[in-house]
């Protein structure tokens, strides 16, 4: 493998890595709607401030969301909104995988 295409493939593993937590998918879907502060997506998660705000870097660090400060809070939206079609593909990579699994307990069950 060249080293072109090496850096590309991290940095598509980069991002896969960032969205790799069930907290920052929730972020995720939680921005496709709208822009959250910080004290907003705690609620939501049901972690402390800190915790929270680590995520948002990995987020940020990946360039899937980016942050705007007013005041003495931070709003943070998704970068490029179609990143969460890559979830329809989740779903039917999961649909597929009980179908087999399906069709396989029907076998052991005949």
Do not use: W
């Amino acid at each position: 493998m060249d080293n072109k295409r090496k850096k590309y493939l991290e940095a598509r593993a980069k991002v896969l890595k960032a969205m790799a937590h069930p907290s920052r998918l929730l972020i995720l879907e939680e921005l496709e709607q709208t822009e959250h502060c910080v004290c907003e997506l705690t609620d939501m998660i049901g972690a402390d401030v800190s915790t929270v705000s680590k995520h948002l870097s990995v987020l940020k660090q990946a360039g899937l969301v980016i942050d705007e400060k007013r005041g003495n809070q931070v709003f943070y939206q998704l970068r490029v909104p179609c990143v969460l079609n890559f979830f329809g593909c989740i779903e039917s990579v999961l649909e597929a995988q009980v179908t087999e699994q399906s069709s396989l307990l029907k076998i052991v069950t005949v």
